[in-house]
């Protein structure tokens, strides 16, 4: 059985952003539009056990769980609760011991290795704490990044990443190195290399664990653009209260359960 | 893929302290190797670069005895010998400077530069060589070492015919062919011959003859051999070539020795470019978690290794080359010709080695990063992003 908090959503589209909007191509909006009502994410008696030597972990014991397509749901727990375990499976990282866990329409626990490449290349946007960016790379390559398991040119590689950076606020940072960039900015080009292809679900594991109260509201309130404007389904791993304040349904997890 | 290759080059950067180590020291490695390779490919040059159509008759037992002198005349009479001359080894040195080596030989004058028509002298000088009895024509490398300029006089000391022998520098050739020394010193046989007495007067220490046909060389070396069986000195014929790789042959282990020390060079740069390579992926494994995570497949991470260890090789190898050209060619190689141009006339890296260099850098990085890119390629996304939750 599970309890979900939900919270009054704190919309705050702005003319920024709608101009923003605008400025994404066509085939960047074509998940701009969810299905209201349509389960993205249906985990079904899912179970997930390690062994530690011979001895049996289970992570996950027996979860249910269904989110809505263009949801915002926040999943909160002690440590070793199974959070990023349960994050894992969604994002295609890695497949259900027992149970069914159908995302964006795949069943993770049937697909090979390269198709869980393929599903995550199409249908996911990772967002980590530690922001992990590549050093060598300007914040337009690192964006592009995702795009070059893609057949398109490059100039319309370019494009799209410029665009992902406008709309995460970093238009005038593109050409800037990780190294040159404060961790509230990093972790805005981490969110535009995760949304440059227009994924259907953005993973967010403690996006804001490593900022400071101002850069990780200003990264809460992105996330809620990228939902609310976007539509993008938001899955976020936090152990920050008012991180799970923004999202609409409060998940709490412990000992591999939904509470 | 060429955007995957530029951008796992772009790696490089991360630690230029480590790139620039791993580069020298590799360029070091590829130094020893191009010089030591140049040294094998030297030491070939004689055989390789050998005129095909002269022949060199020598005492049956060894090449320091001497023939006598009418063995010229009955090499001559041998149907397909088109031109034959003979000289002496005669093995003196400049008094003042006793460790200063060349070779000088008493030559017969008027057929010397036929037979060794790669000897590139003018008509000028060769006249008044001909026409001055102690006169000598030098090789320009061994006239601009020593200073020598035409019409200088020099004494040499005879170890082999003792005593000093005094020559007037009349003419300078140069080398038309790689396997010709251009450090040698010829002067006419009729100067030496008329001051010998006794055993050592009328004698020659080999005969060199051209053939009409080069397809012929076995069969009219041995009909020269054949008149000589029957007389008191026999002789033993054979090609420049063959002369030479039995000359040669005598330091094959040496030669072994310098080929197992080039392998163990380039043991050494595998070893540095592995570790090298394997730290940087030990570093990275995150980084490569995340591109998987994002779509990347256990190939996709694999070329991004390799690539980015091919690229190492390619620096190394244009670094190491770059180096060594100038080195080998401007220094080590002038220096070596100047003073071993009799076993080594030509000593330049061939462009065959530079590019031998390169490609065994690349190869040898691209080697040297497939465990490390298996491993990567094996990396598992959720432990090496795994945090506590």
Sequence with gaps: ???????????????????????????????????????????????????????????????????????????????????????NLIAGLDRPTSGKAIIAGNDIGAMSDGELAKFRARHIGFIFQSYNLMPVLTARENVELPLLLTKLSSTERRKRAETALRVTGLENRMDHYPRQLSGGQEQRVAIARAIVHDPTILVCDEPTGDLDRKSADDILELLTKLNVDFKKTILMVTHDPAAADRATITRHLNKGRLE | MIQLFLIAARNLKRSWFRTTFTVAGCAVALLAFVMLRTVLSA??????????????????????????????????????????????????????????????????????????????VSPED???????????????????????????????????????????????????????????????????????????????????????????????????????????????????????????????????????????????????????IAMGVRERTKEYAVLRAIGFEPWHVRFFVIAEAAT????????????????????????IEENMGGMFPYFRVEPNTALLAVAIAIALAAFASLIPSIQAGRVSVTDALRRVG
């Design chain 2, 126 to 276: 060769k006249a008044r060589w001909l026409a001055d009895k102690k006169g000598a024509i030098v090789g320009h490398v061994l006239a601009k070492k020593m200073g020598w300029k035409i019409g200088d006089k020099v004494v040499l000391e005879g170890t082999i015919y003792p005593g000093d022998w005094e020559f007037n520098i009349d003419g300078i050739y140069k080398a038309s062919k790689k396997s010709m020394d251009d450090s040698q010193l010829v002067f006419h046989w009729d100067y030496l011959n008329d001051a010998l007495t006794g055993e050592q007067k009328d004698m020659i220490g080999w005969v060199s003859s051209r053939v009409t046909d080069t397809s012929r060389s076995g069969e009219i070396s041995r009909e020269i051999d054949r008149i000589f069986d029957e007389r008191d000195t026999q002789t033993v014929t054979m090609s420049e070539r063959a002369m030479n790789v039995s000359f040669m042959a005598g330091f094959s282990a040496l030669l072994t020795a310098l080929e197992v020390v080039s392998v163990i060079i380039l043991g050494i740069m595998l070893l540095v470019l592995g570790n090298t």
């Design chain 2, 312 to 335: 190492l090789g390619i620096v190394s190898g244009v670094v190491g080359v770059g180096i060594a050209y100038p080195f080998v060619n401007n220094m080590v190689g002038r220096a």
């Design chain 2, 43 to 120: 030491w070939n040059v004689g055989a390789e670069h050998a005129a095909q159509d002269r022949l060199g008759t020598r005492h049956k037992v060894t090449f320091i005895m001497p023939l006598p002198k009418r063995y010229i005349d009955d090499v001559r009479q041998v149907p397909g010998v088109k031109q034959a001359t003979f000289a002496n080894w005669f093995g003196a040195k400049i008094p003042t400077q006793p460790d200063e080596f060349f070779a000088n030989f008493a030559v017969e004058s008027k057929t010397y530069f036929d037979v060794y028509d790669e000897m590139i």
């Design chain 1, 1 to 87: 059985m599970s309890t979900e908090s939900t919270n009054e959503r704190t919309s705050k589209p702005n003319a920024e952003a709608k101009a923003m909007q605008s400025d994404v191509p066509e085939q960047y909006r074509k998940n701009a539009t969810p299905e209201r009502g349509k389960a993205i994410i249906e985990l079904s008696g899912v179970t997930k056990t390690f062994f530690r030597g011979k001895e049996p972990l289970t992570v996950l014991d027996g979860l249910s769980l269904s989110i809505e397509e263009g949801g915002f749901e926040a999943l909160m727990g002690p440590s070793g609760s199974g959070k990023s375990t349960l994050l």
